[in-house]
């Protein structure tokens, strides 16, 4: 399965960079992107989809007026298009459907007909079908006022504005990176939740008060760190570094490094002049980095992009930089001395399941 061939559509987009990120972290091939332009053309397209082990359809149009996101049904066409071209036609063929595909409504119309267009091409060419019907997703850097309310209201929050609850009713929700591992075929369930909008709106409100006076909230359970996950990328990196509270008397100083409601675990490292840690990133771990002697520089980049953020830190004034999730990072002796750093992540370090995936910034 890991050297499976994945052609993806719709690469560029929310769900389309979880997908990305996770196939990296599985040490699968990189998928082929599709680009749009090639799917309105349906030579070139058939070429990229000819033989592949499993395309996954994800372009769409998630809002917008009726005529744009009937745009669904005009993808989903030369999708089928292209499949019917192919000389090897692929082995499965795998639909973002939603769970409101065949509502009363435009978007559930485009959507249902798309399946059905997706359909009729797969049994014509032999191909598997998978007809995914995705509850609301949420996660990492999704686009506020399009993708979810989940990232409207992370983002508003991290602005400092307070949500408006208008239509408040019950949301079953499923983090991106489940619904990749789904679509990839590396999972065969997800556990999702069900919150409604104003339980979002106040769980989302009190991550981000406590955040805002340095306070890692309790996290109760795989939910509350997604969601807390995707709160911090709303965070980064306007809001960092994160200022410590010191305090110094006779005896020397005292920084007060980590506060945390829930558990953890906390240690410490020495780094020579000259060496780098680090180089990888996590999908879920909350992660702390705190220099409390020495000089370092912190390197951060997201997943898939190539824009580097660093940011120079020490411990003369020790400031806190939380890793945001599915962004690889470093951090490097800069100084003539040893540097010692203090680190701090939400779970206990666990071997077998480390969640950590080396890659260079």
Known sequence: MSGERVVLTGAGGFL?????????????????????????EPHRLAALLDGADRVLHLAGVNRGEPTE??????????????????????????????????????????????AALLADATRWTG?????????????????PHYNSVVATFCRLLAQGYAPEVRDDRELELLHATDAAALLLGTADTAVGDRRTVRQLAERLAHFAAEYRDGVIPALSDRFDVRLFNTYRSHCFPAHYPLPLTRHDDSRG??????????????????????????????LAKVERFVVVRGEAQ?????????????????????????????????????????????FWANDIFDPARPDTYPEQV
């Open 69 to 114: 996101v009937a745009g669904n049904v005009e993808l989903a066409r030369c999708l089928a298009e292209g499949l019917r071209r192919c000389g090897t036609p692929p082995k499965t063929v795998v639909f973002a459907n939603s769970i409101h595909s065949g509502t009363a409504s435009p978007y559930g119309e485009s959507k249902e007909a798309a």
């Open 253 to 282: 100083t005292l920084v007060e490094t980590v506060k945390a409601r829930g558990a953890g675990q906390t240690f410490n490292s020495s780094t020579r002049p000259g060496h780098t840690r680090g180089q990888h990133y996590h």
């Open 16 to 40: 389309g960079w979880h997908v990305r990120v996770l196939a990296r972290a599985q040490g699968r091939p990189d998928p082929v992107v599709v680009p749009r332009a090639d799917l309105a």
């Open 298 to 342: 912190i390197c951060l980049r997201r997943l898939l992009h190539d824009e580097v953020v660093r940011l120079r830190v020490s411990g003369g004034s020790p400031v806190a930089v939380d890793m945001p999730t599915m962004w690889v990072h470093n951090i490097t002796n800069i100084g003539a001395a040893e540097l010692l750093t203090m």
């Open 127 to 143: 191909s598997g079908f998978v007809d995914l019907r995705l509850p609301n997703l949420f996660g990492e850097h999704g686009r």
